[in-house]
């Protein structure tokens, strides 16, 4: 077996089976994606490889400076070609990392370059090759989506977002792939920045056609919002929380913390916490009445570099997983909107690996029969979507909840390269079935095993999310 063959990973007959057969040619559902919707709606055409490969990778710049490359090469305003150069590099330090897998599989699909490390030496030829196959018309923003086989791709949205770009997408016939925007409302939780709370709140005032006064308004504006969000195809939540609050405000005492806030006064941090549980609820009970999935990414914690931070732009690389215990809030939160019969199709991401069990029997406790995996625990993400991470995670679903109902891989990239995330995660999902036909752990029955696969590559998600409506 060679580096990266066609047969990666698929280390039994019955794995090469369940891949090449079955996993291969499954669209893909990427339900959880950060690619800018205006580059679809206007099929945006990448000027260089770096453009698309590099701009805005913090997963790559994360690397690069650990392997001694300056800030300009990464973020900064070096040329195009120098900063590939930087990259190619680089690359050959990164062996056993996630990344010089994804690297040569970006390299393979969609351009076609195999057979080809990339490193200083080979550089200049794979940019030559690269530049050349972006020349090409059909490899737009569009086209790439479609060579990629990607059926729905959702973006993530503020809820101040005029939504220009999906209007223009839903409105154009010739984009036969669903762009789909995503409600992320985390700049309202951040009560306690103050002016910048303030001015975020304008903004969505403007959005909404609400001057904001009060709690009432705040929750009238965002109910427009998520109006204008449904009608332009939204279907799921998302909200990035390095922990979960716990006990919420009143609605009283919401409304006075409101009041102080736009007023111009300082919420503690413990009125804060209650602020946004209060709100965080209010918000799913808007999910649960539009039939919403809502999401919820936990346990990252952000800038923690102040330094670099003051300096850079955010997302740029700084970021780490956070060791915070939620696990009892985030089960007070669910019970509390069950118990109201407010509680979404949800789905948990962790970012600390030991929370998967905890998360995985947690999602368990809000099954309640009607229907299939309602709560689930989402894949591996960030510092997880690599081989450990991924399997980890899987096996905790196996062993403690249902795998079958698995809504599979999403990217929780910036990059249109990113799917092939979807192809590393589907052939370890096959390796790990193959392994267990092929040692009887499983039954050896293509039929039975391979449906299971094409549910959690393509099937699952698109039901759980219902992207038909």
């Given amino acids: 077996m060679s580096f990266l063959d066609e047969d990666f990973l698929l280390d039994s007959t019955q794995a090469q089976r369940l891949y090449h057969e079955i996993a291969a040619d499954c669209p893909i559902i990427d339900y959880h994606s950060h690619l800018d919707p205006a580059l679809v709606a206007q099929d945006h055409h990448f000027g260089n490889p770096t453009e698309l490969w590099l701009q805005g990778d913090h997963y790559k710049w994360r690397t690069m400076r650990a392997c001694g490359v300056t800030e300009r090469y990464c973020s900064g305003d070096a040329p195009a070609r120098e900063k590939f150069d930087a990259w190619a590099a680089t690359v050959p330090r990164l062996l056993r ?35 050349a196959r972006l020349a090409d018309p059909g490899f737009s923003a569009r086209g790439i989506l479609k060579k990629m086989r990607v059926e729905v791709l959702c973006t993530t949205d503020d809820p101040t977002d005029s939504l220009e770009h999906h209007r223009a997408i839903l409105a154009d016939p010739s984009c036969s792939i669903q762009v789909r925007p995503t409600w992320r409302p985390d700049p309202a939780l951040a009560i306690r920045q103050g002016k910048t709370w303030n001015v975020w709140v304008d903004r969505l ?65 413990r009125r804060t916490e209650r ?68 509680l979404p199709r949800t789905v948990l991401y962790n970012l600390n690996p030991r929370e998967n069990e905890a998360m995985v029997a947690l999602c368990g406790c809000f099954e309640d029969g009607t229907g299939i995996g309602r709560i689930q625990h989402g894949p591996g993400w960030w510092f997880l979507d690599q081989l450990d991470g991924m399997t980890r995670q899987i096996e ?74």
Avoid at 418 to 438: P, Q, V
Wanted: a neutral charge.
């Fill in 97 to 131: 990392s996630p990344l010089y897998h994804w690297t040569h599989l970006e390299m393979r699909r969609p351009f076609g370059i195999s057979n080809c490390l990339l490193n200083s030496s080979t550089g200049a030829d794979i940019w030559e090759k690269m530049s």
């Fill in 205 to 269: 005032g403007l959005a909404s056609g609400i001057v904001i006064s009060t709690a009432d308004d705040l929750l009238t504006a965002f109910a427009r919002r998520h109006d204008a969000f449904h009608a332009v195809g939204c279907r799921a939540s998302d909200h990035g929380l390095e922990t979960m609050p716990g006990e919420p405000a009143s609605d009283f005492e919401a409304a006075t913390i409101v009041s102080e806030a736009r007023a111009g006064s300082t919420i503690d941090s």
């Fill in 275 to 342: 602020f946004q549980s209060w709100l965080l609820e209010k918000l799913a009970v808007l999910d649960a009445n539009r039939d919403w999935v809502q999401q919820f990414h936990i346990g990252c914690q952000r800038a923690v570099n102040q330094r670099l931070c003051s300096i850079l732009p955010p997302a740029t690389g700084f970021d780490t997983i956070a060791a915070v215990d939620y696990i009892r809030p985030l089960a007070s939160f669910l019970s509390r909107l069950d118990a109201s019969g407010k």
């Fill in 396 to 469: 905790a679903l196996s062993q403690i909840g249902v795998l079958s109902n698995f809504i599979g891989m999403t990217t929780d990239s910036r990059s249109f390269l990113s799917f092939t995330r979807h192809e590393y995660f589907r052939r370890l999902l096959c390796k790990i079935l193959g392994r267990d036909m092929a040692s009887g752990m499983m039954p050896d029955d293509l039929d039975l095993v391979g449906g299971m696969v094409k549910d959690i590559c393509y099937f699952n998600a698109k039901r759980f999310f219902a992207f038909n409506k």
